[in-house]
């Protein structure tokens, strides 16, 4: 778009948000007290004048009292809905709202302008699931636990806002764009509807596997025509400002030079979209709508380019907007805030008990006008541990300071320096000591370690490095990890490697995955990055040679092991796979890639029993996955087990309700269990979407059952009109029935 500068929009109107101008009360000096003599003309005229303007004073302040005032009543909010947008990978000064000229974000600035904007708004971890974590419980990652992306499942013991809206009757149901917020990673807590179909009709999801916004709208919508009458909280996840940035073709023109724009501005439609929707179901003035950014991205200003490394002001600075009926509208909060205020204040503004543990706190006093003392801001990313070996970060913000700690710390003033490019830090200096303390306390606190005004035994600073807080453990004399800023040579070679992946070059991309795999020989994720760009290119031997390498260094690593067994199955190698799938469940049960791998060995193997199990323990961590309930249903149905067989059909076809396969499927086993009435309307819609000659054998055989004689004689025709590769038995047996029919109908 145009650099000019956009015009503010019309903020969206609310019934009943004007405020209502009460009735002046009496100034004082309107009273009948008795003037002194001489002067009474004039100092009546002065009171006159005077308590004229104390009415003008004193309405003006009652219309600003009405919208702001500090604790002043909501609306009621028993009825009200929860509807929360989160933004994947955007910088809050990326937003047209916040300020930027280049983008076109028109749907989130109509929001901004309808609520309340936060212009200094933190993520806790640059990474998708911890942060989403953060959001849906109000908790640090050094209390949920939850610090990377992919090896991390958020526990049954923290509570989830969904699992407090469904207690108090919410409809729940979430609606996500990307792997790394699967229901297998434990953010499905309290939904009953978790939509993660991300690429149906496969059995394995990989890691890069995302859908675009105008799909997950379109799953939204599914779900709210059907559930808008009812009271609901809906999360609705964008992933599109991921890198690689490929917006649809209509934003790539319009953003080539900046095809980041591009993406936002795609999922800025949909945004609107969503809210559109709420509208036309006539749930918008009953709903409350969050939004949030989960993480900011770099684009190089420090050698990184994406996210989850460092913990600078790109990568953590968010957007967040408040919008609800009888919220204040137009306003700007520049007091900092943390994405684990979101919870809280949505449980606040709901007037639902919080929590008894949540780090974050209520922001409802600050979006009704009042004060609220501002809270230190946790920062963390052991990305750079888990996935190159570097030592991770901690960071805090504490009012106008930010203190970073790594093997080199870094303390930063972001008033005068928001760019972070003055590095304060020195031994000594009083205020990087303060800030320390304050991060170990709350690190200490998270960890269930008190250390109030003393210092932490011995045992308690192992404990920490058990947890990997190496920096606030204290690193140990021999072996310390680098500091991240030390190895900017080495982050190109990562990057590079993986630009040249994401380019399809997959040759140079595994010579450079194989020359970092020799400076850094202990970590999972080389390994994982060479074996699959070798099985990219259908060298699957050698990629398990590559596994089985990394397995010799991290033996006891389910992941690798995983991988491993996949790519076994995939080189032929079905006896090593299953025992291979068969050590990575000895370590993790719940490891996902395993189960598939030992239920598709065991279902080419004809162990339909075997298979069956590792089915339904596969379903309990993706219930929804397509290939496996496909699976479960086939095998049931080989095994005898026709009802439970018709169930699993009867799911699938539900929710793929054109798929004629699962529907003449369902027909077929209701026909074997005599149950007619039940097949016929199936196969009808069968043949309205795809005739075939087995459903209209199927049919012809219902009608038969159930007396429907003219009718079971047409749908006998119509399969005899076209026998081309049919069971001669079966041809013969129509043929005789229709004789039969016609017989008997004459």
């Known amino acids: 778009m145009s650099k000019k500068k956009r015009r503010k929009p019309n903020p969206i109107s609310r019934p009943g948000k004007q405020p209502s101008v009460r009735p002046a009360k009496t100034a004082p000096g309107q009273d009948n007290q008795t003037q002194p003599p001489g002067r009474k003309g004039a100092r009546v005229r002065g009171l006159l004048v005077a308590s004229a303007l104390l009415v003008i004073l004193a309405a003006v302040f009652l219309i600003f009292r009405e919208k702001f005032v500090p604790g002043q009543a909501l609306p009621e909010t028993g009825h009200w809905n929860v509807l929360l947008i989160t933004l994947d990978t955007t910088r809050a000064d990326r937003l047209s709202c916040y300020g930027y000229q280049g983008g076109s974000t028109p749907n989130l600035d109509e929001l901004a302008a309808a609520g309340t904007r936060f212009q200094n708004a933190y993520c806790q971890v640059p990474l998708t699931l911890p942060s989403h974590a953060s959001i849906l419980t109000g908790l640090n990652p050094c209390r949920h636990g939850v610090h990377n992306n992919g090896n991390y499942s958020l526990q049954p013991e923290f509570t989830t806002l969904a699992e407090i809206l469904k207690e108090r009757g919410f409809g729940t149901a979430a609606f996500v764009a990307s792997f790394s917020v699967d229901s297998r990673f434990g953010l499905d807590q309290g939904f009953e509807t978790y939509d993660d179909v991300f690429e149906p009709g496969r059995a394995f999801k990989t890691y890069d596997a995302e859908r675009p916004a105008d799909r997950v709208y379109e799953a939204f919508y599914r779900w709210l025509e059907k559930n808008y009458s009812s009271r609901f909280f809906a999360w609705v996840h964008f992933f599109d400002p991921h890198f690689p940035y490929n917006p649809p073709p209509e934003f790539a023109r319009k953003f080539q030079a900046d095809p980041y724009d591009g993406e936002i501005a795609f999922m800025d439609k949909y945004v609107g979209r969503v809210v559109e929707l709420l509208k036309i179901y006539g749930c918008y003035d009953r709903t409350l709508i969050v939004i949030a950014g989960d993480h900011g991205e770099a684009f190089g200003e420090k050698v990184e380019q994406g996210h989850g490394l460092f913990l600078y002001e790109m990568s953590v600075r968010v957007p967040f907007i408040v919008v609800g009926p009888g919220l204040p509208s137009g306003q700007v909060i520049n007091q900092p805030v943390r994405l684990i205020d979101l919870m809280p204040t949505v449980v606040d503004i709901l007037g639902l008990k919080p929590t008894e543990q949540m780090d974050g706190q209520s922001l409802k006093p600050l979006l009704l006008g009042g004060k609220l003392k501002s809270a230190d801001i946790y920062l963390e990313s052991f990305f750079p541990r888990e996935n190159y070996g570097w030592s991770e970060l901690l960071g805090i913000i504490s009012e106008d300071w930010k203190y970073i700690q790594a093997p080199l710390p870094e303390l930063y003033n972001l008033k ?331």
């Open 416 to 746: 005068t320096d928001p760019g972070e490019n003055n590095n304060l830090y020195s031994d000594g200096h009083r205020t990087a000591a303060r800030l320390r303390s304050r991060l170990e306390k709350i690190i200490t606190a998270a960890s269930g370690l008190a250390t109030a005004r003393r210092e932490m035994t011995p045992a308690e600073r192992e404990r920490l490095r058990s947890l990997g807080y190496l920096q606030v453990a204290g690193l140990q004399t021999s072996g310390a990890l680098p500091d991240p800023k030390e190895r900017l040579e080495e982050l190109k070679a990562y990057q590079e490697a993986g630009l040249l992946e994401l380019k399809g070059q997959l040759e140079a991309a595994e010579k450079a995955y194989l020359r970092l795999i020799e400076i850094a020989p202990g970590l999972e994720s080389s390994y994982l990055n060479l074996s699959r760009v070798q099985g990219l290119q259908k060298n699957h031997l050698e990629a398990a040679a590559t596994l089985k390498r990394g397995l010799d260094v991290l033996p006891g690593s389910d992941r690798l092991l995983a991988k491993l067994a996949q790519t076994l199955s995939l080189a032929g190698a079905t006896v090593e796979a299953v025992e291979t799938a068969g050590r990575a469940l000895s370590i993790n049960p719940s490891n996902y890639d395993a189960l598939v791998v030992a239920l598709m060995v065991s279902e080419n193997q004809g162990k339909i029993d075997e298979a069956l199990s590792y089915a339904e323990r596969a379903l309990l961590i993706e219930p929804e996955n397509e290939m496996i309930r496909l699976s479960r249903a086939e095998n049931l149905a080989r095994s005898g087990r026709q009802k439970e067989a018709a169930e699993v059909y009867a799911g699938l076809a539900a929710d793929f309700p054109e798929n004629t396969f699962y529907n003449l499927n369902l027909a077929v086993i209701y026909n074997l269990l005599g149950e007619y009435e039940k097949s016929l309307p199936v196969l009808e819609k069968v043949i309205r979407l795809k005739p075939s000659p087995a459903a209209y054998l199927n049919l012809a055989v219902a009608c038969l059952e159930t007396d429907r004689l003219p009718e079971a004689a047409r749908a006998f025709e119509l399969y005899l009109a076209d026998t081309s590769g049919e069971d001669p038995e079966n041809v013969a047996r129509a043929r005789e029935r229709l004789a039969r029919l016609k017989s008997i109908i004459r």
